[in-house]
């Protein structure tokens, strides 16, 4: 059984809301002029992540089943007038490598992981492996437009940052991970463990064929 504990859980939930509206929500959380060039999943994950104050010892880990195409697709929508801004933001580095970047924060360690159905329970275990003290696990999607029509994009945007420890100390919550008796049809997707947190409720079954998450809170 993997275990740790909960010191820190910060959400986003953005829901349908546009990129230009996500922009002007939060403009005054990063520095001028910085969200021009940010995706929307970017700066969800850039807010979410600010009050767990990285450090260069941490672990991070971060999950997306989308890799955030509302980038490419505005930059195919601008067509035929490419808009250069719109194709260095579709060429961008990842949500969480935004911010690191922005910031110009060092991390020990590094696992970006992307995915469909399984992906939570990938990432969890990941991240309780970590050989650090404190592992950040991270991730989100944003919502996309036409690719959402061909099952490549998500119908929702959303960001969740939570800070993991192998000390109790100061937790709200506690998370563990154990294997489960073989279920082929089990499976937890991203928006599902989003909802967990972003409501803080308990859970307790398989999330995948082989594992099984327990979720309590303080």
Known sequence: MLERWITALHTEDAGTEETSATRE?????????????????????????????????????????????????????????????????????????????????????????????????????????AETPRAILCGGEERGTW????????????AFALALSTSPASAVGRLTLSSSEINASASLTLPAFFDLLHARQPFDAPISPSRRLTLTWS
């Open 25 to 129: 929500r939060l403009k005054e959380r990063f520095p001028r002029g910085a969200t021009r060039r940010m995706t929307q999943l970017g700066m969800l994950l850039g807010v979410t992540l600010e009050p767990l104050g990285l450090n260069e010892d941490d672990t991070v880990v971060y999950a997306s089943g989308y890799a955030e195409t509302r980038a490419l697709e505005g930059y195919l929508d601008s067509f035929p007038s490419a808009s250069p801004t719109l194709f260095q933001t579709s060429i961008h580095p990842s949500a969480v490598q935004q911010a690191l970047i922005l910031r110009q924060q060092p991390v020990r360690q590094f696992f970006p992981m992307t995915g469909r159905a399984c992906l939570p329970a990938q990432a969890l275990q990941v991240a309780l492996l």
């Open 147 to 158: 690719l959402l029509e061909k099952g490549t994009a998500s119908d929702r945007s959303f």
